[in-house]
Each structure stands twice: as C-alpha cells, then as structure tokens.
C-alpha cells in the first residue's frame, strides 16, 4: 500500500478535468495523499511532460505516479504501469513516464494495462486519466499488485524517449533546450559533469 499518488497532465485548470481525476481517486482511495506535479503541460507536449516529472521525480515519496499527457489517446498507443526504483508509473507507453523512470534506476517490470474490471465505467475513449490511469492509481495505493493489471511487457519494448544530448568540441559545450520555465529559467542538457570536463 502506498500513502501517496501523483498527478502530472496537460489538462489545464480551466476545466474539471484534473478535479475528476481527483475524484475518482478519493472515491477509491479516500485516505491517500494526492500531489499535483503540474497540469499546465502544453497541450500533447510530451517531452515536456517526461522533463517536468523527470526533474521533480528524486523530491517526490514513493508512491504511484500518474502522467497523462496522452495524444495517443484512443488510438493504438499502450496504457501501462512501470515498477521502477519502489515506484509504479501510470501512463501512456509513449515516452511520457521514460526518463522519471530512468531517473528512478530503471524499469523492473512493466504490465499493460488490460483488466478492465479495474476501470472505471465506462471508458470514454479520449478520457484515460479519468477512466483507467485515476482508477488504477487509486486501486493500486490500496495494495492491488501491478501483475494484477494485466500481461507483462517486456521492459525493452516500453516507448523511451531520446535522452536530451550534449557535446563537448573546442572548448565549447553545445546542448539543447529542454524546458523554459514561467519565469524564464532555461534547462539545457548540458551538465555540471560537462562543465567540469571544459575545466
């Protein structure tokens, strides 16, 4: 059982949606601790999204942790629950949950997410943070075990994200952007280790 579920979308705060998936969990899970990680992802931006949750993944307890930034939603895409590091990772298999499970030591096992007894009903097509991933969450926190879900899938068949590149030539690093933050902030994908390497 775990005592806490996080939330990372890109449904915004204009609209109920964050507030049902919200209700969903409190309806299954009412005494669980529910942590918004961000809903202001721009909208379908999944990499966005892998780098948000990827960052604020190492300050977060362990728990069960949801991200829906889905535009595969409906279609052929995977849904699946990732076990990395004591951690279960809720998702669409499109790269979104691959660098905070890196960041977390690496996928130990993975299960599709099929059992649909463990949904909610019924399933709107376009709505899975809603109908599978909320539900899921909140079954999962009460100590429902991720095999319970649905068929393993072999960790190396899970979408992955490239991971952000940097290289170091003439004294100079080069890198690329991975996030602006509200204020301005830039995150590049250069390091304090390249940095160090420059001297």
Do not use: K
Not at 168 to 175: D, I, K, S, Y
């Amino acid at each position: 059982m775990t005592s806490v579920i996080t939330l990372l979308t890109d449904y915004g705060l204009e609209d109920g949606y964050v507030a049902a998936c919200h209700g969903v969990i409190a309806g299954i899970a009412p005494e669980v601790r529910v942590i918004d990680v961000c809903h202001l992802v721009p909208a379908g931006d999944v990499r966005r999204g892998a780098a948000i949750l990827a960052q604020t993944i190492p300050y977060m307890p362990v728990g069960v942790h949801v991200g829906a930034v889905d535009p595969g939603a409906g279609g052929a895409r995977r849904a699946i629950a990732v076990e990395a590091g004591g951690r279960v990772f809720v998702g669409p298999d499109n790269g979104l949950l691959s660098w905070a499970v890196r960041a977390s030591g690496g996928a130990r096992a993975a299960y599709e997410l099929s059992n649909a007894e463990h949904f909610l009903h019924p399933v709107s097509p376009t709505f899975h943070g809603r109908d599978v991933f909320a539900p899921v969450a909140g079954r999962l926190s009460n100590g429902l075990r991720p095999r319970e879900l649905g068929p393993r899938v072999p960790v190396e068949r899970l979408v992955s994200l490239p991971a952000p590149t940097s290289v170091l030539r003439e004294g100079a690093a080069e890198g690329e952007v991975v996030s602006v933050d509200r204020y301005g902030n830039t995150q590049l994908s250069i390091t304090a280790g390249d940095l160090e390497a420059l001297g």
